[in-house]
């Protein structure tokens, strides 16, 4: 059963950092694409960011290119979310997302096949 666990949300004033965290357990990380998504109020769920299985390649939405970094640590099972120069539009719960094919590499939501619980990020004005 794969298992994805999100840490590091909080309420942060804007133009501060961030960094998320995701733990992924019952399967083989290491050849899995990852990625992030984000839902705010009202809103689907949006792509934000993902890396591929060796943390080689990643691709950004438009509206965090530049400000936010995905990596992955693939000996600790881990991927990573930095945001940096937050504002307040980046408001929403932030979703961990394991890609579906090995050695592969997604941007819609239905490239990855599991999900963690989210995290809460508010960025205040």
């Known amino acids: 059963q794969v298992q994805l666990v999100e840490s590091g949300g909080g309420l942060m004033q804007a133009g501060n950092s961030l960094r998320l965290s995701c733990v992924a357990s019952?399967?083989?990380?290491?050849?899995?694409?990852m990625g992030w998504f984000r839902q705010a109020p009202g809103q689907d769920r949006r792509f934000v960011a993902t890396?591929?299985?060796?943390?080689?390649?990643?691709y950004y939405a438009d509206s965090v290119r530049g400000r936010f970094t995905i990596s992955r640590d693939n000996a600790k099972n881990t991927v990573y979310l930095q945001m940096n120069s937050l504002k307040p539009e980046d408001t929403a719960v932030y979703y961990c997302?394991?890609?579906?094919?090995?050695?592969?590499?997604?941007?819609?939501?239905?490239?990855?096949?599991?999900w963690g619980q989210g995290t809460q990020v508010t960025v205040s004005s």
């Open positions: 890396i591929d299985w060796s943390g080689r390649t990643a």
């Open positions: 019952g399967r083989r990380f290491s050849i899995y694409p």
């Open positions: 997302a394991a890609g579906r094919i090995q050695y592969g590499l997604g941007r819609r939501e239905d490239e990855f096949v599991h």
